[in-house]
């Protein structure tokens, strides 16, 4: 596992954040879409790829609150360089 295909995070949830995750993306993977809950703040997101083998769903990070939302699909040639929440604004830098 490279640094560029382990997507972690700081604690979260609750009061104060003591949960944490990891979503590592296999090796000769592409992330095509990211699905996110959110409505006053992020509830919880997941991820789709594409390996050889076909497309995959990563498990839901979060809760079930809020309203879904899923990005377009990335283009081959796009990379997701990080994802930033504040209160009710997600932003993707590709």
């Known amino acids: 596992m490279s640094a560029s295909n382990a997507i972690s995070v700081a604690?979260?949830?609750g009061k104060g954040g003591s949960q944490s995750w990891e979503f590592i993306l296999p090796d000769g993977a592409r992330l095509t879409e990211i699905s996110v809950r959110c409505g006053a703040v992020l509830?919880?997101?997941s991820f789709t790829y594409k390996d050889?083998?076909?497309t995959h769903s990563s498990r839901s990070?979060?809760?079930t609150g809020g309203t879904p939302y899923v990005t377009e699909a990335?283009?081959?040639d796009e990379l997701v360089i990080g994802l930033v929440d504040v209160s009710d604004h997600l932003t993707i830098s590709l």
Do not use: R, T, V
């Open 52 to 54: 050889q083998e076909g």
């Open 11 to 13: 604690p979260w949830g």
């Open 43 to 45: 509830d919880s997101i």
């Open 61 to 63: 990070f979060g809760g």
């Open 74 to 76: 990335f283009a081959d």
